[in-house]
């Protein structure tokens, strides 16, 4: 009798142990779609800050007119403003996972050459590589790009 007891409960373990994926499989799907939309968007954004890159090379080497490129950076970059506002909702719903820390939409900093918007601690930009601070040659502070004195001295900083 006690041996059937046993069995019984090992039975309905293994039962309830091959049963239970198949019960919750829709929590199970939910999470690898969540995960496939943000890899997704992921490679939307890259994909995104390719073209910005393209675009910038092409009006640099005088591929595009000033309006294209004008237009066409235009464009991208509010694309890419909307993917990166998905992706940060994306991750405020998720559980527990924080939202990264390149939201740069309510940033004032931006690259002096290209108009990027970076974030606050940037020290180079991250589309055309332009340095955001200048070292002054006197005391080797730095100082902000553009700077033509410096903070920490006053000596007057060397522009390019």
Do not use: W
Not at 1 to 16: D, P, R, S
Not at 83 to 102: A, P
Not at 151 to 160: D, H, I, L, R
């Amino acid at each position: 009798m006690l041996e059937a007891i046993l069995t019984f409960i090992v039975f309905v373990g293994v039962l309830i142990f091959v049963v239970q994926p198949v019960v919750n499989k829709s929590k199970y799907f939910r999470r690898v779609n969540e995960d496939t939309t943000l890899r997704n968007l992921e490679q939307e954004k890259f994909s995104i800050y390719a073209q910005i890159k393209e675009a910038d090379f092409e009006y640099e080497m005088g591929k595009l007119s000033h309006r294209d490129y004008s237009m066409q950076r235009e464009e991208l970059l509010e694309r890419a403003s909307e993917v990166i506002d998905q992706i940060d909702n994306h991750l405020d719903g998720s559980n527990g996972e924080t939202v990264s820390d390149t939201d740069f939409s309510h940033n004032e900093k931006s690259c002096p050459a290209c108009g990027t918007a970076l974030p606050d601690n940037a020290k180079f930009c991250a589309v055309c590589g332009t340095s955001l601070q200048a070292v002054c040659d006197e005391c080797g502070t730095n100082n902000p790009a553009g700077s033509k004195f410096c903070a920490n001295c006053g000596q007057g900083m060397v522009t390019a």
